[in-house]
T-cell receptor, first 114, second 111 residues
């Protein structure tokens, strides 16, 4: 059981480039989330999805886009990379409010924009 | 909006007990979570409280007082491997039940 899989693990982008961070879960969870974590700042919610075809903005959505065409996949798109997007990105999934074990996180993508 | 506060850093020695506090302000409380995060790794789930009181899981316990907007994580019989960041997170109704995280408390355990 793989849980939540994120690719790539590391990436260096030049300013203005674009990329897609991949996230796949095999737990049949409806809820999926993208967070970014900057040093000393905790995790900030970028986007979330409550099911296939449904996405919504979180606290820091500017500069990012998402899609949810299947239950399993929730990719995060950076269109014009900026140095402020240098961060560690975590994808997470959950089964919903009836479950008390929280959410499962992927291993993260460490992105540097230069 | 939400406001979650926890101490930035704490230190303790092996075998000791440490309590990490978390205070929060939220409009639609639907649970409080504690996560452990070792350097360079993903957060891992430790505990969950939705009702007032103490939840115990081995060496780790978590307490919640909803009326005071307060929680703590209690770690007993500290081990070197407990050196990590501890993240307090609140879940609210709505917003896809997303967790809102505090900035985390970095715990250093020394021998």
């Amino acid at each position: 059981n793989a849980g939540v899989t994120q690719t790539p693990k590391f990436r260096i982008l030049k300013i203005g480039q674009s990329m897609t961070l991949q996230c796949t879960q095999d737990m049949n969870h409806n809820y999926m989330y993208w967070y970014r974590q900057d040093p000393g700042m905790g995790l900030k919610l970028i986007y979330y999805s409550v099911g296939a075809g449904i996405t919504d903005k979180g606290e820091v959505p500017n500069g990012y886009n998402v899609s949810r065409s299947t239950t399993e996949d929730f990719p995060l798109r950076l269109e014009l990379a900026a140095p402020s997007q240098t961060s560690v990105y975590f994808c997470a999934s959950g089964a919903g409010v009836e479950i008390d074990y929280g959410y499962t996180f992927g291993s993260g993508t460490r992105l540097t924009v230069v | 909006g939400q406001n979650i506060d926890q101490p930035t850093e704490m230190t303790a020695t092996e075998g000791a007990i440490v309590q990490i506090n978390c205070t929060y302000q939220t409009s639609g409380f639907n649970g409080l979570f504690w996560y452990q995060q070792h350097a360079g790794e993903a957060p891992t789930f430790l505990s969950y409280n939705v009702l007032d009181g103490l939840e115990e899981k081995g060496r780790f316990s978590s307490f919640l007082s909803r009326s005071k907007g307060y929680s703590y994580l209690l770690l007993k019989e500290l081990q070197m491997k407990d050196s990590a960041s501890y993240l307090c997170a609140v879940r609210e109704f709505g917003a896809g039940t997303a967790l809102i995280f505090g900035k985390g408390t970095t715990l250093s355990v020394s021998s």
